[in-house]
């Protein structure tokens, strides 16, 4: 009697890898990680795998209303397992798209994605050893990279200190504690800022601090950081580290925070001839949607299309997700981006909206 494969099932040589101008994710799973936090895994919509580097995050275009909204998440799954990416998504109050992810995303649905893009990865910043510091969600990308130096690089020096309100809120603390016995050199630190008795709590409490950080990493300063969480969290880790006399060139945060606007003053001086920008108005000409419109001098992109209906879509606003991708078809602009793009992109074309200012009269595939 002879077994047939899935028809799912490619030798991975058969496959090509995932490109986001032409395939869609396709969820699998949908699994619930505590009251407020749940992880999705997705696999291609076409025989394919995915390469990024750990750490990287994707963007989703989720189907809420009249208009999808994009939002950025880190993956948590490991490049070295490469069928399939997750991410470990955490509901906060107000949340529109994490929270419809929650209620209607199934095993099945597909949807529109941007990436993986993104330099917070060890592959961009390696070191001799780490200290992984994160509070909450902001585990997901230690738990790439985690993920793959168990698979690849299991010698590898990592202190790996995760923080949350009470010890329910510790993801993957399971896994971690799995992980630390494949990987002799992992040490794991918890710090829970309150609990109860029927906790069973017998670690550190309370908020890390210039007195927790040497018990949980005595060579804290030798160490090459990553740090991830709310941005008060990563703020309050920062000034702790300079208070020690750490090398800041070695540490390294993730943040999708939306850029600030730029002030009138400093609009003003873009606008100028010391910015390279022209003096007269120019004109953005957005192809697709048939609109030719004058700019605003100093204004990006990304502001000209809205202020003419003309829809981009964009989740960060600081030339980091790369959502804003647009093609520019004729002209010249001066785009200012953090890592969003990608060398071969810009050389086929591209910018990002949102962070790409017109020198010139430019033409805009939107």
């Avoid at 750990?54 to 189907?63: W, Y």
């Avoid at 798209?97 to 390696?126: C, I, Q, Y």
């Avoid at 880790?237 to 730029?262: D, I, N, T, W």
Wanted: hydrophobic content about 40%; some cysteine.
């Amino acid at each position: 009697m002879t077994m047939e494969m899935p028809l799912s099932f490619r030798h991975f040589d058969e496959l090509h890898p995932w490109i986001d101008r032409q395939h869609l994710l396709e969820c699998i799973s949908a699994v619930v990680e505590t009251a407020d936090v749940m992880t999705f895994t997705f696999r291609s919509d076409k025989p394919s795998w995915f390469r990024y580097l750990p750490g990287q995050f994707v963007t989703l275009e989720l189907p809420v209303g009249e208009e999808p909204v994009m939002r950025t998440y880190t993956l948590s799954s490991s490049p070295s397992r490469p069928l399939s990416v997750a991410v470990t998504v955490k509901a906060q109050p107000g949340s529109v798209g994490t929270r419809w992810m929650f209620e209607n995303l199934k095993p099945g649905m597909r949807l529109k994605a941007l990436g993986p893009l993104g330099d917070f990865s060890f592959v961009r910043h390696p070191g001799e050893k780490y200290l992984f510091i994160s509070a909450g969600s902001g585990v997901t990308p230690m738990m790439s990279m985690t993920r793959w130096m168990v698979d690849c690089a299991p010698d590898t020096d990592v202190t790996f200190i995760s923080c949350a309100r009470r010890p329910e809120d510790l993801l993957f603390r399971s896994e971690l504690e799995v992980l630390a016995r494949q990987m002799p050199r992992l040490n794991l630190g918890f710090l829970v800022e309150g609990h109860e008795a029927r906790d069973g709590w017998h670690g550190l409490r309370g908020r890390i601090d210039a007195t927790k950080l040497p018990l949980l990493a005595p060579d804290f300063l030798e160490r090459t950081v990553f740090c991830c969480g709310p941005e008060p969290f990563m703020r309050g880790v920062r000034e702790m580290l300079k208070g020690a006399g750490f090398e800041m060139a070695r540490y390294h945060e993730e943040s999708f925070q939306p850029a600030a606007a730029p002030a009138a003053e400093e609009l003003a001086v873009r606008a100028g001839p010391a910015a390279g920008a022209p003096a007269e108005a120019v004109r953005v000409s957005f192809t697709m949607s048939g609109k030719d419109v004058a700019a605003v001098p100093g204004q990006t992109i990304l502001q000209t299309a809205r202020a003419n209906g003309v829809r981009i879509g964009a989740a960060c606003e600081g030339g980091i997700c790369g959502t804003c991708r647009v093609m520019k078809v004729a002209g010249d602009v001066e785009m200012n981006h953090n890592g969003g793009i990608l060398d071969d992109e810009i050389e086929e074309g591209y910018i990002l909206a949102c962070c790409s200012r017109p020198l010139g009269d430019v033409q805009i595939e939107a």
